[in-house]
């Protein structure tokens, strides 16, 4: 078996004796917690070591995986430059992982390390530590995203099946400290929600109970200041349908910020631990129990806003997708009412994905969360959503408001780079210098000065109410 084990591990700077000077004696249950694992993972002999780190280079849309032969990096940002690590890297493991990402439609990959990037102190901690026992071990560095923790959990199932793809025995380390937000007089102040994401996370750990690590709500993960739980649940993703032995070996809160040591030993198959097809299917169900309509176009919207909010997850573009959605490119706007009111709206003039399936996946996620006029919509709420997608047709540059029609023509406005867009149709807009009006004040232009105006058509899919359920 290629899958060896997995640790959770902290990553402290003062824990480096160069870096504590001494200070480091505070937190003597991890540092010697973390010389166990680090003696374990020596005893497994792993042909590759996988560390995710939260301090990578971090983008929201892509996971970045280091693509160099060799990595370097130093303390000297925590005052110990003499301090350095130098590690070699599987690249044949890196290439694997990025076929295997592409094959399995998830965005990740080495593109991001045109500018070389030294190893953050998130990934050198563990490699100080393990390369104490340990010589001449290959290094897989991979950071999280904004992607939702199941999809960070995913990518763990990815790592795992190219480890077994390869022959490769292979460890896991998560690096992530616990809440950040434990005592008045830490560094981050006390949270009440602190102590309880650190003892929900560790009581999960000592069970072995990773599919709960799925369950944590992004408030209470946000207001705990944690930086591991997206690590931790990659590390889920790679011991997915294996049955585990968990132990936790310390936990401590001395400066105000939880330290958590935890390993986990793969002993086999266990087809009731595929904890992500699991919360597929109950989202699946709890989608299927909302409105969703016959209309092609709409229902994608709808699948897109259910899924995020949720689970958080991006969803793919679906099979049953019509042709012309997967081959045509267009822009596209996403409108959501709520009881006959605006609840969110965001647009792109110009197509910036793919295709139109693609295209109204990011416009109905960033309408249902991230338009600033508006509270991110709520699950609550989701039964009682009104969408409506629109499909821009070609730009037109016009000479005069005569050839516009608020009826038929949206309407473009511009001023050097500002720009604002209006689309045909809306309730309460009955005069063409009404939305003309509208459109500049949507860009910032102010009344007299110099404008430039584009028309264009729109295909709008609208919610029928007769469907029924899937």
Avoid at 341 to 357: K, Q, S, V, Y
Avoid at 367 to 386: G, W
């Amino acid at each position: 078996m290629s899958v060896l084990a997995a640790f959770i591990v902290p990553h402290p700077p003062l824990i480096i004796p160069d870096i504590g000077r001494g200070r480091e004696n505070q937190i003597r249950k991890t540092i010697d917690s973390y010389n166990a694992v680090a003696r374990q993972i020596a005893d497994l002999h792993p042909d590759t070591i996988i560390i995710c780190s939260p301090h990578k280079q971090t983008f929201s849309d892509y996971f970045l995986i280091n693509g160099e032969t060799y990595a370097e990096g130093s303390f000297e940002q925590f005052g110990a430059p003499e301090v350095k690590l130098r590690t070699r890297c599987d690249t044949e493991f890196i290439t694997t992982l990025e076929q295997e990402c592409r094959r399995e439609k998830v965005m990740a990959g080495t593109a991001g390390n045109e500018v070389e990037q030294p190893l953050d102190h998130g990934t050198m901690i563990p490699l100080w530590f393990i390369g104490r026992y340990l010589d001449n071990c290959r290094v897989v560095n991979v950071g999280i995203s904004g992607f939702s923790l199941t999809e960070h959990y995913h990518l763990g199932e990815i790592i795992a099946a190219v480890a077994e793809k390869l022959g490769r025995r292979t460890v896991f380390v998560a690096s992530g400290d616990l809440s950040h937000k434990l005592k008045e007089d830490g560094p981050y102040g006390f949270a009440s929600e602190g102590p309880v994401y650190d003892q929900k996370l560790m009581d999960a750990c000592s069970r072995g109970a990773l599919g709960e690590l799925l369950d944590f709500s992004p408030d209470l993960c946000h207001q705990a200041a944690e930086c591991g739980h997206k690590p931790f649940c990659m590390m889920a993703g790679f011991l997915d349908g294996k049955k585990v032995s968990s132990k936790v070996y310390s936990h401590e809160d001395i400066t105000g910020v939880g330290y958590g040591v935890c390993s986990f030993t793969a002993e086999g198959y266990d087809p009731d631990r595929k904890f992500r097809t699991a919360k597929l299917k109950d989202e699946e169900n709890c989608v299927s129990s909302l409105p969703l309509s016959n209309e092609p176009y709409v229902r994608l919207a709808q699948r897109a806003i259910y899924s995020r909010v949720i689970s958080g997850r991006y969803i793919k573009v679906p099979d049953d997708v019509p042709e012309q959605m997967l081959q045509q490119r267009a822009g596209v706007f996403v409108s959501i009412h709520r009881y006959d009111r605006l609840r969110g709206c965001i647009g792109t003039i110009m197509p910036a994905e793919e295709c139109i399936a693609e295209e109204i996946i990011r416009n109905a996620i960033l309408a249902s969360t991230s338009d600033s006029r508006f509270y991110p919509v709520k699950p609550d709420e989701l039964d009682s959503l009104e969408i409506s997608v629109d499909v821009l047709g070609e730009i037109e540059d016009i000479s005069s408001p005569d050839e516009l029609d608020v009826l038929r023509y949206g309407v473009i406005v511009r001023n050097g780079a500002r720009r604002g867009l209006l689309l045909p149709n809306l309730d309460g807009i009955t005069s063409v210098d009404q939305q003309i009006e509208i459109a500049m004040q949507k860009a910032g232009i102010m009344p007299g000065e110099k404008i430039s105006l584009q028309r264009f058509e729109v295909v709008r899919h609208y919610q029928d109410h007769g469907a029924g359920n899937e």
